[in-house]
């Protein structure tokens, strides 16, 4: 009689390998049959890594924190709007500073200080650039992220608006 190279549909399990004897089930899977909740939560992070969700995380992370330091120059420029406003603040915070920290460096933080006032419509403009464009890339990769995660086509036609 000659022999098969065939897989017995029947003792196959369901990646295919043909078995002898079933495996007997394991603590977790023991209880996944006892917990539907638990079940639940194992097969949503077999999805969420299958469907690359710690790259994408990684990737969303990363445009948050690069779409923080334009917004951080923006409050930096408000700031210096309020104190250019203030005159009677911006001497009051000099002498603060210069009472806090003594030395050269108390002056270097007051020219700074200065600077940043003197310099606070350039800021507003570089950070408002920075901060729209940092910001467009930070809403476009979370939009191509989390259409990955649904399973839908993050380019479904449209313009940029409606993406």
Same mark, same amino acid.
């Given at each position: 009689m000659a022999t098969t190279t065939q897989s017995d549909a029947s003792r196959s399990d369901e990646y295919g390998i043909e078995r002898t004897h079933? $495996?007997?089930?394991?603590?977790?899977?023991?209880?996944?049959?006892? !917990?539907? %909740?638990?079940d639940h939560l194992l097969r949503m992070n077999d999805r969420y890594s299958g469907a690359g969700g710690n790259q994408y995380a990684a990737g969303i992370t990363y445009y948050s924190v690069l779409a923080i330091f334009p917004?951080?120059? +923006?409050?930096?420029?408000t700031a210096a709007t309020v104190l250019a406003a203030r005159p009677d603040l911006f001497d009051q915070l000099q002498g603060r500073i210069a009472e806090s920290v003594s /030395?050269? &460096? /108390?002056?270097? &933080?007051?020219?700074?200080?200065?600077?940043?006032?003197?310099?606070?419509?350039?800021? %507003? /403009?570089?950070?408002?650039?920075?901060?729209?464009? !940092?910001g467009l890339g930070w809403m476009g990769n979370l939009r191509?992220? +989390? !259409?990955?995660?649904?399973?839908? $086509?993050?380019? $479904?036609g449209g313009g940029f608006v409606r993406t």
């Open positions: 079933a $495996d007997k089930p394991g603590p977790v899977e023991k209880v996944r049959e006892r !917990s539907p %909740f638990v917004l951080l120059m +923006i409050a930096v420029a /030395g050269e &460096l /108390g002056g270097t &933080l007051n020219r700074v200080l200065e600077t940043a006032v003197a310099q606070r419509g350039a800021m %507003f /403009g570089v950070g408002g650039l920075t901060a729209l464009w !940092s191509i992220g +989390i !259409s990955a995660m649904w399973g839908i $086509d993050p380019n $479904d």
